[in-house]
C-alpha cells in the first residue's frame, strides 16, 4: 500500500490489485511497443485478440472451466443479463428465482415480463438475513432453470452450497467469483458484473453451456443472443477494451499469488477477523445469521444512526473509507473483495475497537 | 507526438488526446487526492457524479443542447441502439432507414424485428460511394422516426446535409460527433459510440429529445429503455465509469483546442491534404464522389491489391499505422478524427507522394 493510499471498502467499483493499475499507468502512452494506448488500438487487431485470449485463457484456467462451457466478455452489467437470461433460456415458459437480496427480487421481476418467475424461497420477511436451506427451495416442473445470485452485497449473504436442481443452474456470481472454488460444470450460466473481484465497471463474464444457447425469443437484440455472442467470440461490436485489459493485468496477480485456492484462503482469514470480532462486540451487532454470511461484503451496526455516522467519519479519518451501508439497509457494510490486503481488515477491526472502547 | 508514440489512423479504437493518457495515468493510483483510482471509487460518490455532471455538461455546452433533449450515458455500443431505438420509438409500426453503408444496413435489419423499417434510400448499387439527395428520399407517412447513418466509416462517405422529413430525425453519429457543429434541436435522437471522437469503447451517448421517451414495447429490457435510464440519471445500474472519465478529459481537451468550431476548422484542413492529393495522383484513387466524401474517413486505393499491401506495409514502417480498409472494401482507410493532429496527414501525405515516386 503506497502511504498516499486508502483501504477502501467499497462495494463495488471497488478496491483493485495495485500491480495493476500500476502496469497501466504505465503502459498507458505505449501499449507493448505499439506506440499508441491500449484505448487506441482496433479491436480487431492481432495486438489486442491477445489481450482478450489472455484474459479468457486465464479464467478457463482459474476457473476450470471445462471445453462445454464458452467464456463471454459483454456489456451492460448485472442487469442487462436480468433480462437476456429470460429471452435467451426462458422460451417464454417459466423458471425458478430464490430471491435472497435486492439484485435476485429485480432478476426476478424483469423475467417476469419474458415468461413466469416461479420464486422458489423468498428470505424478505427476515429482512434478507439468510440464505434458504436446500429443503426450504420449491422447486417447479416445468422450470427451465434455477436462478439465484451467490452473493448479497447489500444484505452481507452468501449462499454456502450450491442448490441441487433437475433445471439448470443460472447464477450471479458478480460479488464472490474466483474467490472461492466452483465446479463450473455444475451451472448451465454464471455470470459476473466485473466490478468487485475482475476489473472496472462496463465488463460483464458470461460463462455459459453452449448448449443452451440457441433458444432466444424473436425479440431478444442481436447483441443479447448468446448463440451470436459466441459465433463472434464476443465481438458482434466493438468490445469494452480496456476493461478486458484490466481484466487480465488482475488475473495475472491472481494467478501470481496462488489463483483461486489463495483467494479462497484470504477469504477466511479476511471474514473471519472481522465476525471474530463482531461476535464479541458489545456495541457493534452483525446483520446475517451464522451459515449464512458472506466472505465478500460484512454488514453490521450500532444500533444507533449517530454513533453509525461517527464510525464511518472516524474510520474515514484514519483511511478506512467507504464503510457506509447501502441506502436500503443503512448501517456498516465492509466489502472485502479479492484485491483487499489483509492488513486493510486488521487495521478495520483496530479502529472498530479504538471506537468500541471509547463509545461502549 | 512523443517519440515512441505513432501516427494511428485506426478507424475506431482509434487516436486520443495525448493530454488525456497523460492525465489518465498520472491519477491511476490516486484520484483527486480520494487515495483510489478513479476505477475504484463508487458510482453513486460525489466524486464520480462529479466526473459524470462534468462530462454532460460539457457536451451540452460543446454541442449546444437545448434543455428538451436528455444527454444519457449508456453501455452496449451502437449495435444496442440498433435494437433500443426500434423497441423505444417505434411503437410496433414504422420507421424509414437510409441505408448508405454496412451500419446503416444493419440497424435497419435489426428494426425489422420490432416493426416495419421502410427503406427510404440505399446506396448499395454504386458501392456506398455516395450519399443520397433530399430529393432522393422516400419518406413514408407513418414512420415514427427517420433514420441515418451520418458518417460510413467503412466507405468513407458522409451526409453534408441534414435531411428534411415529417418524423423526427434519428442519427447514429458515431463517427463525426464534435467534428462538426450539428443543430441538435433538430434532431429527435442523436447517439454515439464513443470510440471515436469522445472516449474509449464500452461508453454510447445518447442525445434524446425527452418527449420520446416512454413509448417502448413491454419487451423492452429495463436496461434499454430510454424512459428508465433519464429518470436515473444513466445509473439504473453501475456505468462504466472509466470510459466516463476519458470522457471528461477529452472534453477537456476539445474545449481548451477551441470547441467545436475549432474541430470543424481542423477537419476541413485534413480532409483538404488528404483529397487535394487524392484528387491529382495518378497512383491513388478515392473511393468516395465528390460532394458525399467523409471528413473523418478516407478510403482510396492503387488498384492493385500487391501496391496497397506494399504501401500499408511501408506506412507502418514510418510510424503510419493501420490504414489498411475495412475487410469489406479492401484498400486503404486513413481515420482523421479530431485527436489526429494535422501533422499526422501531412507526414501521411508525404509518404503518399514518395510512395507515388516510387512506384507510379
Known amino acids: 500500500m503506497l502511504n498516499d493510499r486508502v483501504y477502501n471498502f467499497a462495494a463495488g467499483p471497488s478496491t483493485m490489485p495495485e500491480s495493476a493499475l500500476k502496469t497501466a499507468a504505465a ?33 478457463r484456467t482459474l476457473m476450470r472451466v471445462p471445453e462445454s462451457h464458452a467464456i463471454l466478455l459483454l456489456q451492460g452489467g448485472a442487469t442487462t443479463q436480468f433480462a437476456a437470461i429470460p429471452m435467451n433460456l426462458m422460451e417464454g415458459g417459466a423458471a425458478d428465482y430464490a430471491i435472497t437480496g435486492n439484485f435476485s427480487a429485480k432478476a426476478a421481476e424483469e423475467a417476469g415480463k419474458y415468461g413466469t418467475a416461479h420464486i422458489s424461497a423468498n428470505t424478505k420477511p427476515g429482512g434478507h438475513d439468510k440464505i434458504p436451506a436446500q429443503e426450504e427451495l420449491s422447486l417447479s416442473e416445468d422450470a427451465k432453470y434455477f436462478y439465484y445470485c451467490a452473493n448479497n452485497t447489500v444484505y452481507g449473504t ?31 450460466l454464471i455470470y459476473a458484473g466485473a466490478q468487485k473481484n475482475m476489473a472496472p465497471a462496463g465488463l460483464t463474464v458470461v460463462i455459459l453451456d453452449k448448449a443452451l444457447a440457441g433458444r432466444e425469443l424473436p425479440c431478444t437484440p442481436k447483441i443479447l443472443s448468446y448463440k451470436t455472442m459466441i459465433e463472434t467470440g464476443s465481438m458482434l461490436n466493438t468490445p469494452p477494451c480496456w476493461c478486458i485489459y484490466m481484466l487480465d493485468l488482475t ?10 485456492r489463495a483467494m479462497d484462503e484470504r477469504r477466511h482469514e479476511r471474514a473471519a477477523l472481522l465476525y471474530d470480532y463482531l461476535d464479541n462486540s458489545r456495541l457493534f451487532k452483525p446483520h446475517a445469521l451464522p451459515g449464512s454470511r458472506s466472505f465478500m461484503n460484512v454488514t453490521f451496526r450500532t444500533g444507533s444512526d449517530a454513533l453509525d455516522a461517527a464510525f464511518i467519519r472516524g474510520a474515514a479519518e484514519h483511511g478506512l473509507v467507504n464503510l457506509k451501508g447501502h441506502k436500503i439497509t443503512g448501517g456498516m457494510r465492509a466489502s472485502i473483495y479479492n484485491a483487499m490486503p489483509v492488513e486493510g481488515v486488521k487495521a478495520l477491526v483496530a479502529y472498530m475497537k479504538e471506537f468500541e472502547r471509547e463509545n461502549a
Not at 487487431?45 to 479468457?56: H, N, T
Not at 488475473?251 to 483461486?260: A, I, K, N, S
Open 251 to 260: 488475473l495475472d496477480w491472481v494467478m501470481r499469488e496462488g489463483g483461486v
Open 27 to 59: 503502459e498507458m502512452l505505449n501499449f507493448r511497443g505499439s506506440g499508441m494506448s491500449v484505448m487506441e488500438i482496433s479491436h480487431r487487431s492481432a495486438l489486442f485478440q491477445d489481450v482478450f485470449d489472455s484474459a479468457c485463457e486465464k479464467l
Open 158 to 188: 452468501e449462499w454456502q452450497y450450491v442448490p441441487e436442481t433437475a433445471s439448470p443452474l443460472v447464477c450471479d456470481m458478480s460479488s464472490d467469483i474466483l474467490s472461492r472454488e466452483v465446479d463450473v460444470s455444475k451451472f448451465g
